[in-house]
């Protein structure tokens, strides 16, 4: 029996997918602005979920590439009670610098496994973990400050310094775009 011809072994060549897959702030698939709920659909996208060269996030189904738009940040993060933190994707990751906070009170922080938000459920545990330069919790007026843009302002989360950053700054600080567009994958971020 003939071998089969080399050509009958690759992909076929299918466009990418652009505006159909999304990410919420909290971790939750959205397809074509429907949530996903199908557990099977959700364990997919979680394991083939990445990022290219440029900061795009995508999922690969497949020979094709389908782009995610991205309401805060690729990953969303969860802290445990034991100490620990993992992504919507169920990794457990580590937190890197830089930290930064919003105007809108939003943490941003890098992770071993990239960018990630911390989800708003999780926010008052994070902010019982800051510290002032005194070792103690921040005031509700340095905390503001901060929140507000006010760079004098010296705060840690688990001995890692907190910065303010503009929330239309986030993307371009972290290597990331909230929305992916055709012929995005070419350009640096």
Same mark, same amino acid.
């Given at each position: 029996?003939?071998?089969?011809?080399?050509?009958?072994?690759?992909?076929?060549?299918?466009?990418?997918?652009?505006?159909?897959?999304?990410?919420?702030?909290?971790?939750?698939?959205?397809?074509?602005? *429907?949530?996903?709920?199908?557990?099977?659909?959700?364990?997919? #996208?979680?394991?083939?979920?990445?990022?290219?060269?440029?900061?795009?996030?995508?999922?690969?189904?497949?020979?094709?590439?389908?782009?995610?738009?991205?309401?805060?940040?690729?990953?969303?993060?969860?802290?445990?009670?034991?100490?620990?933190?993992?992504?919507?994707?169920?990794?457990?990751?580590?937190?890197?610098?830089?930290?930064?906070?919003? *105007?809108?009170?939003?943490?941003?922080?890098?992770?071993?496994?990239?960018?990630?938000?911390?989800?708003?459920?999780?926010?008052?545990?994070?902010?019982?973990?800051? #510290?002032?330069?005194?070792?103690?919790?921040?005031?509700?007026?340095?905390?503001?400050?901060?929140?507000?843009?006010?760079?004098?302002?010296?705060?840690?989360?688990?001995?890692?310094?907190? *910065?303010?950053?503009?929330?239309?700054?986030?993307?371009?600080?972290?290597?990331?775009?909230?929305?992916?567009?055709?012929?995005?994958?070419?350009?640096?971020?």
């Amino acid at each position: 029996m003939p071998a089969p011809a080399t050509d009958a072994l690759h992909w076929p060549s299918v466009p990418a997918c652009y505006g159909w897959l999304a990410l919420d702030a909290r971790g939750q698939w959205r397809l074509r602005d *429907e949530r996903v709920t199908h557990p099977g659909l959700n364990a997919f #996208l979680n394991a083939n979920y990445t990022c290219d060269a440029t900061g795009n996030w995508l999922v690969n189904n497949g020979p094709q590439r389908v782009y995610v738009r991205l309401e805060r940040a690729p990953l969303v993060l969860r802290l445990e009670r034991d100490g620990s933190m993992i992504d919507h994707t169920g990794r457990r990751v580590q937190a890197q610098p830089p930290v930064c906070i919003d *105007e809108e009170g939003h943490i941003v922080l890098a992770t071993d496994a990239g960018p990630g938000t911390v989800d708003d459920r999780d926010l008052a545990a994070f902010i019982t973990e800051m #510290l002032d330069t005194d070792s103690r919790l921040p005031s509700e007026d340095a905390l503001l400050a901060c929140i507000g843009g006010d760079t004098r302002i010296a705060l840690t989360w688990r001995g890692l310094p907190v *910065e303010p950053c503009s929330c239309t700054e986030l993307p371009a600080r972290f290597g990331f775009r909230l929305d992916p567009q055709p012929g995005s994958d070419e350009r640096s971020v």
